[in-house]
């Protein structure tokens, strides 16, 4: 299932879908947009109208000029809603005014609204592609919460073309509770830009640890703050915390860090830019309880971080050979200890081994490498197409 080393397609006409234009989810699919838009491809995005915030809209206004197919921003509600009849209709319209060769969809509700089209029948000439970033596949097949949406990826499998893994953990997960793709399979991991392969320095008033990420339960912050308080009952440590970053839990969390008498050490900085949160803290923690393949974890690696991240989802696919650093989740003795550790290693000792992970990182995690393998991915996928159907007029890329 590793990427394939096909020519180039031709000039392509691909529309992009996905849900919350924040996070990591986001960062790929505007990467990627961009790279396709640079190599000749007409390319449109619909993405979600309630998330995203003033950053969102800035990022996708920036990049609208350059969207040959436009820019649509329509309600999508994370959870099953009467609007998606709404959105399904736009997506369908969009789709007979584009005449795309492409339907991309990225994450969970992405991937439903380009592949259901195609179940009821309505629209069956694009290409579908589906790259899963967690969502559904978090969810135990056991689990009676997760039955309703796993039965829903089980359906719209007959119809995916392509799958698009980020990561050999998200394609474990898929083989796991729903089976074997109907469609081509291929991981293709996350790519960062050679420009942000330089280290950033920490300021000297940098606090001890530092969070980027979203506010959520799912994200272990509550496990960072009793570690926090744990560090100072076993080893008389008042370290300094900033949280970089929003999201639904930032009211509980912060009453947490009160009820743990740690208010006056804990900031909430809200959110900013990977790279210049990177400056506010000596060590990055990535508590995490549940990850695909984070971006985090890869930009902090590329800029020379030194890191302590828990071994969940892909975070070891991204740490290779230095994987034994990584530490058990939902453990506060532990993250405990492993903080107190980093705290006291020596900066040396620290900034060589961000040095070494930063260089597995650049060698495996380029951006150049994830948007061929992309495009190779749909080009393969219309082969087969083809193949199964050789009528000419089934796909024909580029014509209206």
């Given at each position: ?112 609204y380009a592949r259901l089209p195609a179940c009821m029948g309505l629209d ?10 967690g969502g559904s596949f978090h969810y135990s097949k056991s689990g009676w ?20 893994f980020e990561s050999a953990y998200i394609a474990s997960c898929f083989h ?225």
């Amino acid at each position: 299932m590793t990427a394939i080393s096909s020519p180039l397609p031709e000039t392509l006409k691909i529309l992009h879908i996905l849900r919350a234009p924040q996070g990591g989810l986001f960062r790929h699919v505007l990467d990627l947009t961009r790279a396709q838009i640079a190599l000749g491809h007409e390319v449109g995005l619909i993405v979600d109208s309630l998330t995203g915030g003033e950053q969102a809209e800035q990022s996708l206004q920036a990049i609208a000029p350059d969207l040959a197919l436009g820019l649509s921003r329509i309600p999508m509600r994370r959870n099953p809603h009467y609007s998606d009849v709404l959105a399904l209709n736009h997506i369908l319209e969009r789709s007979r005014q584009t005449n795309p060769d492409v339907l991309h969809g990225h994450g969970s509700k992405g991937g439903f609204y380009a592949r259901l089209p195609a179940c009821m029948g309505l629209d069956s000439k694009p290409i579908r592609a589906y790259t899963p970033h967690g969502g559904s596949f978090h969810y135990s097949k056991s689990g009676w919460r997760g039955a309703p949406f796993l039965k829903v990826e089980a359906l719209l499998n007959r119809v995916t073309d392509v799958f698009l893994f980020e990561s050999a953990y998200i394609a474990s997960c898929f083989h796991d509770t729903i089976g074997k793709p109907k469609g081509l399979e291929l991981i293709i991991m996350n790519g960062l830009h050679e420009s942000e392969f330089q280290p950033v320095a920490w300021r000297e008033d940098a606090a001890d640890f530092l969070y980027i990420g979203e506010l959520r339960t799912l994200k272990g912050i509550d496990v960072l703050l009793r570690a926090m308080a744990q560090c100072d009952l076993l080893f008389d440590h008042k370290f300094k915390l900033v949280l970089i970053g929003s999201g639904p839990d930032e009211a509980s969390l912060k009453q947490l860090a009160f009820d743990l008498n740690l208010q006056d050490r804990v900031q909430f900085a809200g959110a900013m830019p990977a790279r210049q949160a990177f400056s506010q803290g000596r060590i990055l923690v990535i508590p995490s309880r549940m990850e695909s393949l984070p971006y985090i974890v890869l930009e902090a690696a590329a800029a020379a971080k030194p890191m302590i991240a828990t071994h969940v989802g892909g975070i070891a696919e991204i740490f290779g050979p230095h994987a034994d650093r990584l530490i058990t989740s939902d453990d506060v003795f532990t993250l405990a200890s492993a903080m107190q550790t980093e705290h006291e290693r020596c900066p040396t000792a620290l900034r060589a081994r961000a040095l070494s992970l930063q260089e597995h990182v650049h060698t495996h995690f380029h951006i150049s490498q994830m948007v061929k393998s992309v495009l190779a991915g749909y080009q393969q996928a219309r082969a087969e197409r083809q193949r199964k159907n050789p009528m000419p007029h089934c796909i024909s890329a580029g014509q209206n």
